[in-house]
């Protein structure tokens, strides 16, 4: 049962953690308590009957962040597998804060993970640049924020979305017309004290700020996009990181009272940095990220260096106890025997030290090879600079292919995933 959002977040913040739109980290450099942000946010966990559900109805196995718990919580996943199941309609959104040139790979893993659900479930996709939040926030002018948006355009297309199924847009582009209607609709039904009490904004917050959820909300409600839905009531799922709840919460309390669906939510822990695990990657710190701009040079550099190890002082020791991975064993009790196309299922703990590991979890297709090699490492009988070796070949093939795929992204591409027009084959 979904909780009142009444100074929820502000509770999260008063605790041991800070998790909203804007700031993620745990007291005194900590971990996120996952199990913890799923209690105060009213969310669900998501299990393997629903993971094993999407397989059946899409026929295609499970994406890797979905087999290893990357997305792990949701809201009203069921909703939509039984509206779609019944033959019904539904399309995604997710989006971007356009507040650099360059992405780091914590920004590509909703547009991977949307990009395998456009595809597995065949239904058109909203992506919303919003450069205005970005303008209010990061202090860029209008210029330079419609700029961000466009340049990290490219990098979206980049990750293969079905241009005959997609829209991309920015919001200062596009917000006008029932979108802004929408909108209207949203800031009469929250109250200051409401958005307070979600968002924790205090009076030396400008007032951009406070107008702003409803931008973000509104993308939740077909009726936005005329051009694609008409007037349709089509549901909504949004893949997104748990620190944009907030937002949601907000829209799900609202859509009913305007005669919407509540908008479905599928939701992913945060990519930790490469110091380990408190909290997410940070834009302000290059060091702390693996960007898609990096060189082969740069990202052997920044793991050697950088990537907290659970590998013991010296090999001798090494080999003795083996590596620190924390909760490893119980992470390999999580591995589900039966074989489906091939591949066995394994599940992530989301408390694992090991960041080589843990990164390998996330871009490592093959399950048995991650079994192997946790098991290997974490006996001793593999060294950490082996492990990191395995980590900085799979990451520069993703992002040189990342980095061809934008090369062949043209101004005119960009032009056209943007351009407000119908899609008659966004459902076939």
């Not at 909703?79 to 040139?101: N, W």
């Not at 979890?361 to 098991?375: A, H, N, P, Q, T």
Request: hydrophobic share 35%; aromatic share 10%.
């Amino acid at each position: 049962m979904e909780k009142p959002d009444d100074d929820k977040s502000k509770a999260v913040q008063e605790e041991e953690q800070v998790v909203n739109p804007w700031e993620v980290s745990a007291k005194d450099g900590g971990k996120i308590d996952y199990d913890k942000l799923i209690d105060k946010f009213g969310c669900q966990r998501l299990d393997k009957s629903l993971i094993d559900r999407v397989e059946r109805l899409t026929t295609k196995e499970p994406h890797v962040f979905l087999r290893r718990g990357v997305f792990f919580a949701h809201r009203d996943l069921n909703d939509i597998l039984d509206a779609y199941e019944r033959g019904e309609k539904f399309y995604l959104y997710t989006g971007r804060g356009p507040s650099s040139e360059a992405l780091h790979l914590g920004h590509l893993i909703p547009f991977m993970f949307t990009k395998y659900l456009q595809d597995a479930f065949k239904v058109p996709l909203v992506i919303q640049l919003t450069d205005d939040e970005k303008c209010m926030w990061k202090n860029l002018s209008v210029e330079e924020s419609q700029r961000l948006a466009r340049e990290n355009a490219k990098d979206i297309i980049a990750c293969g979305f079905d241009i005959s199924k997609t829209f991309i847009f920015s919001d200062f582009d596009y917000v006008g017309g029932a979108f802004y209607k929408n909108m209207v609709k949203v800031a009469k039904s929250v109250t200051y004290n409401k958005v307070v009490g979600i968002f924790g904004f205090t009076g030396e917050d400008h007032i951009g700020k406070v107008s702003f959820p409803p931008v973000q909300a509104v993308p939740s409600f077909s009726s936005s996009f005329p051009h694609l839905f008409g007037n349709d009531n089509i549901r909504c799922l949004i893949p997104c990181a748990i620190d944009q709840d907030p937002y949601f919460r907000m829209t799900r309390d609202v859509a009913p009272r305007i005669g919407y669906h509540k908008p479905a939510l599928i939701e992913s822990s945060f990519f930790p940095a490469l110091q380990g695990e408190n909290g997410k990657m940070s834009a302000s710190d290059p060091n702390s990220a693996i960007y898609v701009t990096d060189s082969a040079k740069e990202i052997k550099n920044k793991i050697n260096r950088y990537a907290f190890s659970g590998g013991q002082d010296s090999i001798e020791l090494h080999r003795k106890k083996g590596a620190n991975l924390e909760f490893m064993n119980a992470t390999l009790d999580h591995l589900h025997h039966e074989k489906k196309h091939s591949k066995l299922y394994l599940v992530l703990d989301t408390m694992q030290v090991d960041i080589p590991f843990k990164y390998l979890g996330f871009f490592l297709d093959d399950d048995k090879e991650l079994k192997r090699i946790g098991e290997e490492y974490g006996s001793g009988h593999m060294l950490t600079g082996e492990i990191k070796k395995i980590l900085i070949e799979v990451l520069t093939d993703l992002v040189e292919r990342h980095r061809r795929a934008r090369a062949a992204v043209t101004d005119e591409m960009v032009d056209a995933f943007m351009a407000v027009r119908p899609l008659p084959n966004m459902f076939n």
